[in-house]
C-alpha cells in the first residue's frame, strides 16, 4: 500500500471508537449500529427481488451512491486540515511522531479515494485493494479482494458486488464534482476471479 494507505489504516482504530452501553447501544463513530452476519446481505437482496422483483436493483444502487456521497462529506469534514486538537489527541493517543499524522492530511482527491478505500478496509467493506489507474476527474481502476458482497454471495458465476461499486460511484461524483459518472465490475471473485475489479469513468 501507499504510505497514506498505510499510515490512515493504523490510524484508524484510534480514531473510530466502537462502544456498547448497558442498554445494548452500540455507537460507532458517534453513531448508532448494529452488526449482522455478512451472509445476510446475499440473503436480504434475495429476498427483497423476490419481493419487488428487478426493481430492487435500482433502489439498491440509489442507496449505494447516496452512502458514497455521505462518505465522501464525512472524510472531507475530517480531514480537511486537521485540526490542532485532534492532532494532539492522535499525539498523545498513538504515540505516532506528527510525520506520521501529516501524512494523511493530503486532501488532493486521490489521496481522499485512499484513505476511504483505508477505512472500507479497516471497518470490513473489501480487503486488500489497490488502484490500478488513475486519472484525475477521468477514470479510477480499483481492485479489492473479499468484498463484503462477493463474500456474502459465494461463488455465482456472476457479478455481485452492486451496493459497494455503486458507492465508490458516489465517491468519485462528489470529488470529481461530476453528475454522470458510470461504473462497471469488470472482474469479480464470485466469477472465480481472484479480485473485484471495478471500473469507474466520467460519463462524456
Not at 490512515?8 to 462502544?19: G, R, V
Request: aromatic share 14%.
Amino acid at each position: 500500500m501507499s504510505d497514506i494507505q498505510d499510515a490512515f489504516y493504523d490510524l484508524a482504530p484510534h480514531m473510530i471508537d466502537i462502544a456498547v452501553d448497558d442498554d445494548g447501544t452500540i455507537e460507532y463513530a458517534g453513531q448508532r449500529f448494529v452488526f449482522f452476519h455478512t451472509d445476510m446481505f446475499a440473503e436480504l437482496f434475495e429476498n427483497m427481488r423476490e419481493v419487488a422483483g428487478p426493481v430492487i436493483d435500482t433502489k439498491i444502487k440509489e442507496f449505494g451512491y447516496q452512502a458514497g456521497q455521505y462518505i465522501a462529506e464525512r472524510m472531507d469534514d475530517a480531514f480537511n486540515g486537521l485540526q490542532p486538537v485532534m492532532m494532539l489527541r492522535l499525539l498523545v493517543g498513538t504515540g505516532f511522531d506528527i510525520g506520521t499524522l501529516k501524512t494523511i492530511a493530503p486532501t488532493d482527491n486521490r489521496s481522499q479515494f485512499e484513505k476511504i478505500a483505508g477505512y472500507g478496509k479497516y471497518v470490513g467493506w473489501l480487503g486488500d485493494f489497490s488502484f490500478e489507474e488513475y486519472e484525475d476527474n477521468e477514470r479510477l481502476v480499483l481492485t479489492a479482494k473479499n468484498t463484503f458482497e462477493s463474500y456474502s454471495y459465494g461463488e455465482t458465476g456472476e457479478t455481485q458486488c452492486m451496493f459497494l461499486r455503486h458507492t465508490f460511484r458516489g465517491i468519485v461524483a462528489y470529488y470529481w464534482d461530476a453528475d454522470e459518472i458510470q461504473v462497471k465490475e469488470t472482474a469479480c471473485q464470485c466469477k472465480g476471479d481472484t479480485v473485484c475489479r471495478m471500473v469507474i469513468e466520467r460519463d462524456t
